[in-house]
T-cell receptor, first 114, second 119 residues
């Protein structure tokens, strides 16, 4: 059981470039989410998905696209990178059940936009 | 309005002593859940403990306990017998709704508290 995996671990982009951050989970979780972590601000939700084919916006969605064609994968696309998108990105998954259902986080991707 | 407030940017504690990390929250939803996550220097987010708004007793998980004071809207994390490996960032988070339903509700994080454990 790998849990939640993210690639790449580190990435440097130039302003205007596009790229996709990959996220996969092998726990058959229905819910998947993308967060960004900036110093002094905790984690903020970018986009989330409640199942294959269903996505929705979180708190800070501008500049990012997502899709979910399978239960396992939830890639995050930066369309035209900007320095303000320099951050650490976390993917998370959780089950569709009541109660605790903590989110399981991937190891993160550290992105720098020059 | 800030929903989760962690007023201590940094804390330090002597090894083997107990430490309390503060968290206050703001919600009008009677159904919510409170989480604490640990983020060591390696960067991963590790789930520690959960408290549901309807739980009658304070949650405990090993050396971690959650001091839940509903009327004061506080959910402080208590770490007993601190160890050097407890040095990390600690995040308090809240999920409104979904205690009894299965719908998706967003997790809102505080800014975190950096804990340093000294030998």
């Amino acid at each position: 059981n790998a849990g939640v995996t993210q690639t790449p671990k580190f990435q440097v982009l130039k302003t205007g470039q596009s790229m996709t951050l990959q996220c996969a989970q092998d726990m058959n979780h229905e819910y998947m989410s993308w967060y960004r972590q900036d110093p002094g601000m905790g984690l903020r939700l970018i986009h989330y998905s409640v199942g294959a084919g269903i996505t929705d916006q979180g708190e800070v969605p501008n500049g990012y696209n997502v899709s979910r064609s399978t239960t396992e994968d939830f890639p995050l696309r930066l369309l035209s990178a900007a320095p303000s998108q320099t951050s650490v990105y976390f993917c998370a998954s959780s089950r569709r059940l009541a109660g605790v259902n903590e989110q399981f986080f991937g190891p993160g991707t550290r992105l720098t936009v020059l | 309005a800030q929903k989760i407030t962690q007023t201590q940017p940094g804390m330090f504690v002597q090894e083997k002593e107990a430490v309390t990390l503060d968290c206050t929250y703001d919600t009008s939803d009677p159904s919510y859940g409170l989480f604490w996550y640990k983020q060591p220097s390696s960067g991963e987010m590790i789930f520690l403990i959960y408290q549901g708004s309807y739980d009658q007793q304070n949650a405990t998980e090993g050396r971690y306990s959650l001091n839940f004071q509903k009327a004061r809207k506080s959910a402080n994390l208590v770490i007993s017998a601190s160890q050097l490996g407890d040095s990390a960032m600690y995040f308090c988070a809240m999920r409104e709704g979904r205690v009894f339903s299965g719908g998706y509700n967003k997790l809102i994080f505080g800014a975190g508290t950096r804990l340093a454990v000294h030998p």
